[in-house]
Nanobody, 119 residues
């Protein structure tokens, strides 16, 4: 079983910064793509950014130039550095990981971490 645990959420101010971390653990052979998604209040979950095991990244237009996704493959951990925060970044942020485990392919989600940005 693959488990993802997020940390680093909380309260931030507009223009400020927060950093999220997500560590994967459990029985896994590989973690290919990892990513961050968010669900603003009253809205559907949306993509924030993804990163492959080789380091290729993709970000939503709404966060380009402000958020940076990175990963430490040795630690099975993905990070999201969030700068120039805006109130509209307020959401529950979820970590996602896809790869292969002894049971086959997996697509795992973390429990989510709340990010609230005050104006």
């Amino acid at each position: 079983q693959v488990r993802l645990v997020e940390s680093g959420g909380g309260l931030g101010q507009a223009g400020g910064s927060l950093r999220l971390s997500c560590a994967a653990s459990g029985s896994l052979f590989s973690i290919n793509a990892m990513g961050w998604y968010r669900q603003p209040p009253g809205n559907q979950r949306e993509l924030v950014a993804t990163i492959t095991s080789g380091g290729s990244t993709h970000s939503a237009d709404s966060v380009k130039g402000r958020f940076t996704i990175s990963r430490d493959n040795a630690k099975n951990t993905v990070y999201l550095q969030m700068n120039s925060l805006k109130p509209e970044d307020t959401a529950v942020y979820y970590c996602n990981g896809q790869g292969v485990s002894p049971r086959g392919k997996y697509d795992a989600w973390g429990q989510g971490t709340q990010v609230t940005v005050s104006s």
